[in-house]
């Protein structure tokens, strides 16, 4: 998920490194990041939107374009792109949520709240199958840098108030699914290469989300939710904390008693990708029983995505 491929071929390699070259230079404008956070030290004056623009991406395997500032590529036979509400892609979005989050294939049903005509909705389409059949999403919710507030989801569970930092823009990323058949690792890959991408589109600042165990029955989960404690909570700056009245109330374990290596193993496959990609975990955990869970807020430097999805090679 979060490693990175190697590719057989070298010329292929030269090709890759040449095509991105003038992306690089932009990258190593980038001072600093952070969770579902990305901080970018003095981003907006630093980088020019002219220099944005000139941003092309070619090679033999992938395709990219632009259009009206929306992202758009392909890979082989998966098309990567935002869409907005109305657009008809949204509702086989959902639909695949709901499938994912609730194990329920009924065509009829799919996974939908307020926020989702509000946001950008990253989707990874198998053209050889369909042109809309989609196998992975990504929702985004951003707040702009001159926006003094915006609701997101994530404060339905956390205190996410040591967030908001004047003139920052924050993007909120969740609702990450794959299709179950499309599980082999290409298709998450695609969807952070994607979220890159509009990273640097949109300027983020910051960057955050909940992520999930796949029980609401946290004690099944304290010694990995103990080592995420102690191994990976953000700078105090950073803090953030669950709301009391869906807290779960979960014993801390003394730090001599983990297995570092054991409880990052036993760690869901994407809180383990994140934490690949350098992510911090706010503190504590909260229950919901709608999806039958136990979350956690991520904390993610965007320099890492940006490093790491921007330019993956592929087998």
């Known amino acids: 998920m979060v490693f990175q491929l ?16 003038k992306f690089k230079s932009i990258l190593h404008k980038v001072k600093y990041v952070a969770k579902n956070v990305i901080y970018v ?8 939107t002219e220099k ?29 792109k935002i869409i907005r509400h109305p657009d ?13 989050f609730f194990e329920d294939c009924n065509e009829q049903k799919m996974d939908s709240d307020e926020f989702d005509d509000y946001c950008d909705h990253l989707v990874v389409i198998d053209k050889s199958v369909a042109s809309d059949f989609v196998v992975g999403t990504y929702r985004l919710l951003l707040k702009g840098k001159n926006q003094k507030y915006r609701r997101f989801y994530s404060e339905s569970e956390f205190d996410i108030s040591n967030l908001f930092k004047k003139n920052t823009s924050m993007l909120e990323a969740g609702r990450s699914c794959v299709d179950k058949n499309y599980r082999d690792g290409k298709i998450i890959k ?19 989300g909940c992520a999930s165990f796949p029980s609401s029955n946290y004690s099944e989960f304290e010694t990995q939710l103990s ?45 383990k990708a994140y934490i690949r990609a350098g992510a ?20 993610l430097k965007s320099q890492n995505i940006i490093k790491k999805y921007s330019n993956l090679s592929f087998k």
Not at 237 to 256: G, H, M, R, V
């Open 41 to 48: 030290k003095r981003w907006s004056s630093e980088i020019k």
């Open 52 to 80: 944005l623009k000139e941003i092309n991406y070619t090679s033999e395997k992938f395709n990219h374009r632009r259009k009206q500032n929306q992202l758009d590529f392909s890979f082989k036979n998966y098309q990567i």
């Open 190 to 208: 695609l969807l952070w290469r994607g979220l890159a991408f509009y990273i640097i589109q949109k300027k983020v600042d910051l960057i955050f």
């Open 227 to 271: 080592y995420l404690n102690h191994f990976h909570k953000p700078p105090p700056k950073y803090s953030t904390f669950p709301k009391e009245k869906l807290k779960a109330d979960t014993n801390i374990l003394s730090q001599k008693k983990i297995n570092e290596y054991e409880e990052f193993r036993l760690l869901p496959p994407l809180i």
């Open 280 to 299: 911090w975990v706010g503190k504590g955990a909260v229950v919901d029983k709608k999806f039958n869970t136990t979350d956690v807020l991520i904390i």
């Open 88 to 100: 008809p892609l949204l509702l086989k979005a959902k639909k695949l949520r709901q499938k994912i």
């Open 6 to 21: 190697k590719t057989k071929n070298k010329s292929a390699v030269n090709s890759t490194n040449k095509n991105f070259g």
